[in-house]
């Protein structure tokens, strides 16, 4: 089943922040970040594994609410380069089935 | 280095013409994934492969096949493409178990004539 995104879509100007959500009905044991920009392949962003779990790069991260089947991701003081569609991803306990939710899409502006 | 390589880029096919991509790892990762992306929408998984457990979604239409001949490759047969067909397939591996990440390959354009 796929997890579910908020919101479907932020712009923002260039040094502003946002919060993308994730969740799920079903029990999580990892969740996946992936951005995505047009016409190319995902990339890989962070995973997070444990309930609890808060995880960063640059500006990008992460958080994982276990217990409440949910996730956040972080982008603070947004840059250009961070426009791009972003993606959770949720996986069974092998991490065999991961499924996306269906995208949050990030515009920054100058 | 590219880990994970689909051929073609992009493939033109006519309707109901039997076509085949290909997707191939360098990195000997067990689990091997088959999306299907439509434009704006999030990648929609059709079956993955646990070394050669094969495991189809539902709700993958039957006109989708897959082969997977050994750890390093793996084939998405489209058996009858209809127009509702055209998208972009991705093709992705990660290793067994939660923690790891899922590589994906830079994907086949398909359209559909």
Not at chain 1, 78 to 88: A, H, M, R
Not at chain 2, 22 to 28: A, E, I, K, P
Not at chain 2, 98 to 106: H, I, L, M, R, V
């Amino acid at each position: 089943q796929q997890p579910v995104q908020s919101p479907q879509a932020v712009i923002l100007r260039e040094g502003e922040d946002a919060v993308i959500n994730c969740s799920s009905s079903k029990a999580l044991y990892s969740v996946h970040w992936y951005r995505q920009k047009h016409g190319e392949a995902p990339v890989f962003l962070m995973i997070l594994l444990k309930g609890g779990e808060q995880k960063g790069h640059d500006k990008i991260s992460a958080s994982f609410n276990e217990k409440k089947q949910q996730s956040s991701l972080y982008l603070t003081a947004s840059q250009l380069s961070y426009s791009g569609t972003y993606f959770c991803g949720t996986g069974g306990h092998n991490n065999n089935d991961m499924r996306f939710g269906a995208g949050t899409r990030l515009t920054v502006k100058p | 280095d590219a880990m994970v390589i689909q051929n073609p880029r992009y493939q033109v096919t006519q309707f109901g013409k039997p076509v085949t991509l290909s997707c191939s790892q360098t990195l000997n990762h067990n689990v091997m994934y088959w999306y299907q992306q439509k434009s704006s929408q999030a990648p929609k998984l059709l079956f993955h492969y646990y070394d050669k457990d094969f495991n189809n979604e539902a709700d993958t239409p039957d006109n989708f096949q897959s082969r997977r001949p050994n750890t390093s490759f793996c084939f998405l047969d489209i058996r009858s493409p209809g127009l509702g067909d055209a998208a972009m397939y991705l093709c992705a591996t990660s290793r067994v178990g939660s923690g790891t990440e899922a590589f994906f390959g830079q994907g086949t354009r398909l359209t559909v004539v």
